[in-house]
């Protein structure tokens, strides 16, 4: 079967087109228009800008998708007066959304459900994909599968775990850090989670206190690889607590203080301090996720989020892993980042198909 998936839980504006079969899953195309520049000057992704992009993006980023899927194909379609009102009562606030003019130059593509992140994430980007998949739906007749956001970046791996369950997995995005237990595909149980803010929430703000551009997980990464050992050293929080919870906010709080004391910011300063940053962040991520593993006896560790786009992460979990003797899956790096794909997948995985008229945007989501 061939599933169209759909995200805008933040700031990506994503589409994406796989074929299923059984195991097997092909992507067809994998299309993500990124805000960042937009939301660099705020250092964090502003919610109403991030609505209006999205508006704008919907339509342009499917149209990319379906294309390179092979299934965008061009006609003379008529839509009835009440279609259009139809259409437009779905679409609400959604002005900036040209649909109707997509919808009257190409054919219903074939595709057999729409996947669509339904939460954890900002309400007003949710509303804005979901009242677009609505329309869809609605026009093409097609059934809509609702996905949780965080379930999507832990399936996204499949079906390389299939074999290796329970599992435990990591997921570490600008708005989440949880462990969580998969002991099935549709079966979890949270572990521990971050008490205050997520590992990608701390990156961005301390790569803004160090001056650097948002988001700062890849800035920060970027500085620490010219990096030499040096002198500073910031604390590991909750490393050796017996939970699997998490605080990045004291993290936060002591670069603030070294910063401060330091009012002349070298390079040499600077590459230093985010070779620390990350390396505090990423002992706690791995010796947390390694004890989990360790407890619950799973047989395979899956971690994802945009965190685990991190390069010396992956390196350092490989390590670990490798030395416990346990499988680590972790999707490439444009699938670790939000991505339409996962959304597609796990709607493949979670097969509950339902009306455009039964579907609500669930910011607080959990898994
Ligand atoms: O999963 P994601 O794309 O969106 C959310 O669901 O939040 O994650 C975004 C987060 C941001 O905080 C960003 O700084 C972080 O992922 N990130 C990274 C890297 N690339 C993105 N953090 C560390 N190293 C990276 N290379
Ligand atoms: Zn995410």
């Known amino acids: 079967?061939?599933?169209?998936?759909?995200?805008?839980?933040?700031?990506?504006?994503?589409?994406?087109?796989?074929?299923?079969?059984?195991?097997?899953?092909?992507?067809?195309?994998?299309?993500?228009?990124?805000?960042?520049?937009?939301?660099?000057?705020?250092?964090?992704?502003?919610?109403?800008?991030?609505?209006?992009?999205?508006?704008?993006?919907?339509?342009?980023?499917?149209?990319?998708?379906l294309k390179e899927a092979k299934l965008l194909k061009e006609n003379k379609i008529k839509i009835s007066k009440q279609e259009i009102k139809t259409i437009s009562n779905i679409l609400k606030k959604g002005k900036h959304l040209p649909i109707e003019k997509f919808?009257?130059?190409?054919?219903k593509p074939n595709i057999d459900a729409i996947a669509l992140t339904i939460g954890?994430?900002?309400?007003?980007?949710?509303?804005?994909?979901?009242?677009?998949?609505?329309?869809l739906s609605f026009f093409w007749k097609i059934p809509i599968i609702k996905v949780n956001h965080i379930e999507a970046h832990i399936l996204v791996n499949f079906p390389s775990f299939k074999n290796f369950l329970p599992s435990v997995c990591l997921i570490v995005s600008g708005g989440h850090t949880q462990i969580i237990l998969?002991?099935?595909?549709?079966?979890?149980?949270?572990?521990?989670?971050?008490?205050?803010?997520?590992?990608?929430?701390?990156?961005?703000?301390?790569?803004?206190?160090?001056?650097?551009?948002?988001?700062?997980?890849?800035?920060?990464?970027?500085?620490?690889e010219k990096a030499k050992k040096g002198e500073i050293s910031l604390p590991r929080p909750m490393i050796y607590q017996k939970n699997y919870d998490f605080s990045f906010s004291g993290l936060k709080t002591a670069v603030l203080y070294n910063a401060k004391?330091?009012?002349?910011?070298?390079e040499e300063y600077v590459r230093e301090m985010c070779r620390e940053i990350q390396q505090s962040i990423i002992d706690?991520?791995?010796?947390?996720?390694?004890?989990?593993?360790?407890?619950?006896?799973?047989?395979s560790i899956i971690i994802g989020g945009g965190v685990t786009a991190n390069k010396e992460l992956?390196?350092?979990?490989?390590?670990?892993?490798?030395e416990e003797n346990i499988p680590l899956f972790c999707p490439e790096k444009n699938y670790c980042t939000d991505n339409a794909t996962m959304i597609?997948?796990?709607?493949?995985?979670?097969?509950k198909q339902i009306k455009w008229n039964k579907v609500e945007a669930k910011a607080n989501l959990r898994i």
């Open 314 to 322: 992956k390196k350092q979990f490989k390590l670990k892993a490798k």
């Open 261 to 266: 004391e330091n009012k002349v910011k070298s």
């Open 103 to 107: 919808f009257k130059k190409y054919q």
């Open 344 to 351: 597609a997948v796990a709607g493949y995985l979670r097969k």
């Open 1 to 65: 079967m061939k599933i169209l998936g759909i995200e805008t839980s933040c700031d990506d504006t994503c589409a994406s087109v796989i074929s299923a079969d059984k195991d097997k899953i092909k992507i067809l195309s994998n299309i993500v228009s990124s805000q960042t520049k937009i939301h660099q000057k705020y250092g964090g992704v502003f919610p109403t800008l991030a609505r209006r992009e999205h508006e704008k993006n919907l339509v342009p980023v499917l149209t990319r998708a």
């Open 284 to 299: 706690v991520l791995i010796f947390k996720t390694m004890k989990a593993a360790r407890n619950c006896k799973a047989k």
């Open 182 to 224: 998969m002991k099935d595909i549709g079966n979890y149980k949270v572990l521990g989670e971050t008490r205050d803010d997520a590992a990608g929430e701390c990156f961005d703000k301390t790569a803004r206190i160090l001056g650097l551009e948002y988001p700062g997980g890849p800035a920060i990464s970027k500085k620490a």
């Open 120 to 135: 954890p994430g900002l309400e007003p980007c949710l509303w804005t994909g979901i009242n677009f998949v609505k329309a």
